[in-house]
């Protein structure tokens, strides 16, 4: 595991183990889920009582609205993929165009589910009250949804980070003995090569000693974990299974280096308020779009609301698409400014940012239901 080693010379890694690190981001679910908790009681503040149950065929309320937006919510998540290679073809894959676009198509495939929910739901226009209730369930649903597999991801990226962050004392202890020992090797020029960058040394080292059994003998102390090979001084039984540690080290490595390209440091480095403001930011924000969006749309169908139905046509879409528009804006750039300046501003500084833009927009969606006059 010599490829480890290069990241803490390269990187000034928080000194901290992983258990610790993975205990302190618990701060990051637990708010979260406070900060949901708080929106969900904010709507029985402003109701003043539990919310009338509207007319939806009998289902159980708010359960449809729940689980509709939990579906485009997680749909949207599940089309990153293919977004982000329909961005490249249209711009040849280049680095930050492909970027851009993939940032804007990325808020414009979110912003048109959001409103396919409400499209979907088909809130009646009276009485006021019972459509925004509806509307703010959608917007706990799309906020839960995206803390919950935003979450999912920070917890995967740390642990890329378990192989080059202290597992515990012990182990640390046994690094450093480890790295003593092997200072005082003839080998010392070949493994300081490795650690910076070249693990095919390491396969060449393996297959040489392998075949000169003749050549020296270096003493060496064996990783934990790992008993003495009889090919030299490798620690792994075979050619394979060196090879396959060493392809595996190095795509950790290549995605620690994604992970950082983003940040512009290594996640752990990122302070857990800071990761956590970033859950807030984003909870906020969806309330902010779902309640402008779902305005419009409540205006929309209250205006051509005809012989207890909606007789739908391009008019509906058409008063809706001027918030509609504003609210990709506000999204898409937020996105941009995630993708393409946070390694150069820094996170705090796009945490707070956020935390402002979301705010507004929090406070802008309930003017729009007249909560605020």
Known sequence: MHSLYALKTIFSLSKVSYRRLLATWTVVPVSAALTIGSFVALLFWLQGQQPTTPPHDGTVWPLRELLVAAAACTACHALRGPVWTLASLLTWSQDWPTTAVAAVLQSLLEESARLGVFMLLAFRPAPTAVAFTGA?????????????????????????????????????????????????????????????????????????????????????????????????????????????????????????????????????NVPVFVAALQRIDAIILAFGLTLLISASWARAVATYWRDDHMHFDVHVLRDTLPTFAAVVAIHSSLSLLWALALPRIGVPTVSYTALLVALATFFAGLASWGILS
Do not use: C
């Open 136 to 268: 703010w369930w959608v917007a706990v649903s799309f906020a839960a949804t995206s803390a919950v597999v935003g979450i999912s991801q920070d917890y995967a990226q740390l642990a890329l980070y378990r192989e080059v962050l202290h597992a515990d004392s012990d182990q640390s202890d046994m690094d450093e003995g480890y790295l003593d020992t092997a200072s005082s090797s003839p080998e010392r020029d070949e493994r300081a090569h490795l650690r910076t960058g070249a693990p095919g040394a390491f396969m060449r080292r393996y297959l040489a000693t392998a075949n000169d059994t003749a050549g020296p003998s270096h003493t060496r102390m064996p990783m934990r974990g790992h008993a003495r090979s009889s090919f030299g001084d490798s620690v792994y039984d075979d050619a394979g299974e060196l090879l396959e540690q060493e392809l595996s080290h190095l795509l950790a490595i290549k995605q620690r280096a994604e992970i950082e390209d983003v940040y512009g440091v290594p996640l752990p």
